[in-house]
């Protein structure tokens, strides 16, 4: 995780997601995500799967 945003932000202000597109820009390939029991938004870096047969 790279980052937490309150789900209840202002009307029109998507933070989670201009975070995300930010750190997409840079490379990272950051996605948001929404935690329903802690009621946020988080931007998460996917784990990428890894070969275990090598």
Do not use: C, K, Y
Request: aromatic share 8%.
């Amino acid at each position: 995780m790279l980052e937490r945003f309150p789900a209840g932000g202002p009307r029109g202000s998507w933070p989670a997601e201009e975070f995300a597109r930010a750190r997409r820009n840079e490379g990272t390939p950051a996605e948001v995500v929404m935690d329903l029991d802690s009621d946020v938004f988080l931007v998460v870096v996917p784990q990428q799967a890894t070969d275990s047969s090598s």
